[in-house]
């Protein structure tokens, strides 16, 4: 783990506050430079995973958690917390994946999502990044983005006009959205 990021929203879905950290794992070679672009001396003067948790825990304490692919997320905070001997561990919550399963046409990567919907997401993979276009696409999924109507209802909407038109197929609808 490299990166932590946290953006806190409240009672109304407002963005209350934003943090991150980098991590610093003590590695001389990190993997997946191509796609996080973090380097050894990026995180040279970062804190430990231990003192990451730390920071961490009272940001995440008492609040709904959410992210693009929860379980993913909870399983790699809770695996580096047990590792290091930490007491934190994330509880079950809420995923944008599952919720954008439901509500969306696939595929369902963030930044697919993201560029669907017209949410920034100017530096994929970096965590701040990441966290704060999967507050936005909460906000979207949970009905708090007035400006932005449910593409959903527009797919629907050309499914219900191909299905009066004759020799229509369901999958050309669905593959056009």
Known sequence: ML????????????????????????????????????????????????????????????????????????????????RAGHRLRLPDGICTVELARQHLPGPFKLGVLCRRLGIDLSDAHNASADALAGAHLLRYLLGLEPDRTLPVLDWLARLAESAQAPNSRLSASRTAA
């Open 3 to 82: 990166q932590m990021a946290v953006v806190q929203l409240d009672a109304q879905g407002e963005i209350e506050s934003t943090w991150s950290t980098l991590v610093n794992p003590h590695l001389a070679f990190i993997p997946h430079y191509d796609i996080h672009k973090i380097t050894p001396a990026d995180v040279a003067g970062a804190p430990s995973i231990d003192e990451a948790l730390d920071l961490l825990a009272p940001r995440v304490a008492g609040r709904t958690l959410a992210a693009h692919n929860y379980a993913f997320d909870q399983r790699m905070v809770n695996a580096a917390a047990a």
